[in-house]
C-alpha cells in the first residue's frame, strides 16, 4: 500500500493526501514531524533528501516533495485527472500550483502560522504582532488580488479540480486555521471559491482526517460549521 509520510495539517501534505483521496488511491498516512515536536524515523534522510514534509513510499519506490508526488500518483493513476489536457490550461494549473508553494505559502501563509502557531505553542515566544500586520496590510492583498483576477469559475483552470485547486485551497485552510479571513468585500471572487473548494467532498474527507490534530493544537476551525 502506498504510505504518504507527513502531517496533515500540512499544506504540502494535504497536497498529496488529497491528490490521493481524489483519484480513489488507498493509502496509509504515517504521521512525521520533522522538527518538533517529533523525531522522524531512523531512515528519513533516504526518504526525504530535503527533510521536508510530505515523503512517499509505494513498494521499494520513494519519493519527495508535494508536487512530485501529486504528479507521480498522476501518471499510477491517471483518472481522475487533476491536469487538464489541453496544453494551455496545463501550463496554467502548473503555474498555480507552483504560485502557491512558492508565493503564497512561502510570503503569507507560512510567516503566519509561525506567528500565530508555532512561536507562542512551540517555541514558547510572543507572537510579533507587527509580523502579522505587516503580512496582512503590505503582503497578502497584493497576492490575494492576484489570485481574486484569476477566478473565472468555480475552479481555477477549466471545469473540473486540479493541482492548481488542490493546492491553493490546501494553504488557505491553514490561513483560516490560524483565525484569518478573507475580505469578501475586496476580494470577493476569492472568497467564494476558497469556501466552496473547502465544502467538496475531497476536501471534507482529508479534513476529517486532520481533525484530531486541528483540536490538538486549538486551531480556529469554526469556519467549517
Not at 75 to 101: N, T, V
Not at 151 to 163: A, D, M, N, Y
Request: proline share 7%; hydrophobic share 40%.
Amino acid at each position: 500500500m502506498l504510505t504518504i509520510y507527513g502531517v496533515p495539517l500540512s499544506v504540502h501534505t494535504r497536497k498529496a493526501l488529497i491528490t490521493a483521496i481524489h483519484k480513489n488511491i488507498d493509502y496509509q498516512l504515517d504521521v512525521v514531524i520533522p522538527v518538533v515536536p517529533g523525531q522522524p524515523p531512523s531512515n528519513w534522510s533516504a526518504l526525504s533528501p530535503t527533510g521536508l514534509i510530505p515523503a512517499m513510499r509505494d513498494g521499494d519506490y520513494t519519493l519527495a516533495d508535494s508536487t512530485a508526488i501529486a504528479l507521480y500518483l498522476e501518471k499510477k493513476q491517471p483518472s481522475p485527472s487533476i491536469l487538464p489536457s489541453d496544453a494551455k490550461q496545463y501550463g496554467r494549473a502548473l503555474w498555480f500550483d507552483a504560485y502557491a508553494g512558492g508565493t503564497l505559502f512561502r510570503h503569507v501563509v507560512h510567516p503566519l502560522f509561525h506567528q500565530r502557531v508555532v512561536a507562542p505553542n512551540i517555541n514558547k515566544i510572543p507572537t510579533d504582532k507587527a509580523a502579522v500586520d505587516k503580512v496582512l496590510t503590505e503582503v497578502a492583498p497584493k497576492i490575494f488580488s492576484y489570485l481574486d483576477s484569476g477566478i473565472h469559475g468555480k475552479f481555477l483552470v477549466g471545469q473540473s479540480l486540479t493541482l492548481a485547486d488542490i493546492a491553493v485551497t490546501s494553504n488557505f485552510l491553514v490561513y483560516r486555521y490560524c483565525g484569518f479571513t478573507i475580505d469578501a468585500d475586496r476580494f470577493p471572487k476569492l472568497e467564494r471559491y476558497v469556501r466552496e473548494m473547502i465544502g467538496m467532498d475531497v476536501f471534507q474527507k482529508a479534513l476529517a482526517q486532520e481533525k484530531p490534530f486541528v483540536e490538538q493544537m486549538g486551531l480556529n476551525s469554526r469556519f467549517l460549521n
